[in-house]
């Protein structure tokens, strides 16, 4: 949560002043006086609407569900409904539903007519035009019940989320994802990768490269866009055996045959081929451990002729007021999948430089709450790494 602490910019005699007018604000005792003085109560009415959010969250997520779940927007789509007539379509008795469409009518998802009949609103929108959203939703059910007991949940590892991303290490070494495993969470990063690709498309000229190369490429949605964006560069895709034929097949499909080579392997095991000199890792860091990142940014590193560069997209931890929200889910997210974490920019620009990266530049991009985007560029000079710990140790100009 991002508090509003103005005193910071004092340094630390500022921050303890602060600290100790927020505790005299949290007095019960102060209360009463605290919520009708014009001078305080808007500290203690935004601090009670804060809390009441964090409380209260689940609920907003469940009502959200039970919408996608019963098709209210798809049902609203064209006409507007009495509560009566939903109430046959999706089989709830009335009296159960418009408590419901209350709670949605409160968080902008739909509202209500003067005739009483209920229409979209708003934030409906989005839901119903991007598929991937309601993907989302139904996909974030894994990650509820995986933390319905959080103190459990904290302790130990496993669960739903991780499950389904079969390709992060297990407690004991886990086989390699079938087919069918790869095809479902697959379609589900398709679907949701439509943001992402759109911030990485506006934060780089492409049109500058002779070949790409998309490491973690999934149904290849990416290089597709690319592609076809771009006609003069040369595609390269590098993904799991079964993830990758799913990729090579949409390329085909989208009459990219004879500029694309696609590579099954693994990062954790096989090297990066060599030929492209743009290397993109889009969502790929943030699911694995910093042994696992470091590694693959120095595959990436040798993989890339000098002057070649490495752009890296996906949440980051960006201290902004709307991304708090995303930010908390990324942590644990992430951590029930198993063994990635949420980084910050700089947490990145630091593992890059080990691995022998340099102009490391972070881009500006529109909707960081998609994808944060990180560009940098392999100069002449080869890292040493230590053969045990992989740390880089100095630098040796080979030019
Ligand atoms: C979170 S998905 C991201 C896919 C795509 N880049 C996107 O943004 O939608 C991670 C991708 O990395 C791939 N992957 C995971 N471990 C891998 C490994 N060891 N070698 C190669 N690819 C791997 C997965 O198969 C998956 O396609």
Redesign the pocket.
Known sequence: MVTLAPWRWLGDWGQRSWQRVERRLSDPQLYPFLRSNPLTRWVTRRRTARLYDLMSGFANTQVLVACVRLKVFERLAHDALSAKALAQQVQVPESRLVPLLGAAQSLGLIQRRRDGAYELAALALPLLSHPGLQAMVEHNQLLYQDLAEPEVFLRQRGGHMHEFWP?VEGMSERAA?SSQQ?QR??EL??L??VF?VEEVLAGHRFGQHQCVM??????G??MTRVGQQYPQLRLQL???PP?VALASERLQQAGLGGRFECHA??????PLPRGADLITL???GH??SDEVVADLLRKAWEALPVGGQLLLA?PMAIAELDQANASAYFHFYLMAMGDGRLRSPLDYERLLKQAGFDRVKHVRTGMSIHAHVILSTKLGFTPVFNSTSKVRLTHINVR
């Open positions: 390709y994802p790869s969470y697959s990063m398709d949701s990768q992402v998309d490491v973690g490429c999934g149904m949605r990416l590098f993904d799991l993830v392997g693994s990062f954790k095991t096989d889009v969502r790929i699911d694995h996906e």
